[in-house]
């Protein structure tokens, strides 16, 4: 079974969330299934959801995995709940919330997982990491690189994000 490259988004508010993402990210190249490439810096940003939430913080970490799209799914989601992920309202608060962005230019729509993930092309605080480590990854539906994608954004008025830190 041949390596397949996915690009995972990382995010949380809730705890030490930093401290989070490295547990998560070590757990995922434990696996024998999974090889993590590289990783984004590390973003701070305000939430999407409903008021009153702390920041954010956001990254995008490359991966190389033997498993298919759904496998991939319940391990992060298996990973989320190791780390005290609850599903309550919808761009609520959370611990960590793992997202495949992109499952090597797949086109999945099924009830379970839509690839690329899709609003990535509109959210700063995924494009912005994943520019980090993949500028010109190419989105297989718009045709456009993530660099080309964040331009855009920031054309229609989007603040661009502080700079970011290792993690």
């Given amino acids: 079974m041949g390596l397949t490259t ?4 990382f995010g949380g508010n809730l705890g030490e969330v930093r401290d989070t993402f490295i547990q998560a990210r070590y757990a995922l190249n434990q696996n024998d299934a999974i090889n993590v490439l590289k990783s984004s810096k590390l973003y701070r940003t305000p939430p999407l959801g409903p008021p009153g939430q702390p920041d954010y913080l ?8 033997a498993l ?15 780390h005290g992920r609850e599903r309550g309202e919808r761009w609520g608060p959370r611990t960590l919330d793992l997202d495949i962005i992109d499952f090597d ?13 899709p609003h990535l092309h509109e959210r700063m605080f995924v494009l912005c990491p994943l520019c980090d480590i993949a500028l010109s990854w190419q989105h ?7 660099q080309q994608l964040m331009k855009q954004l920031l054309e229609q008025g989007e603040t661009p994000l502080p700079p970011g830190e290792r993690w």
Wanted: glycine share 0%; hydrophobic share 50%; charged share 15%.
């Fill in 6 to 9: 996915v690009h995972i988004a």
């Fill in 58 to 65: 956001n990254a995008v970490i490359a991966i190389e995995t």
């Fill in 68 to 82: 298919e799209p759904l496998q991939l799914l319940d391990l992060l989601q298996h990973i989320e709940v190791q």
């Fill in 105 to 117: 230019n797949r086109i999945v729509n099924t009830d379970r997982l839509t690839l690329p993930h």
């Fill in 140 to 146: 297989p539906l718009l045709q456009a690189s993530a």
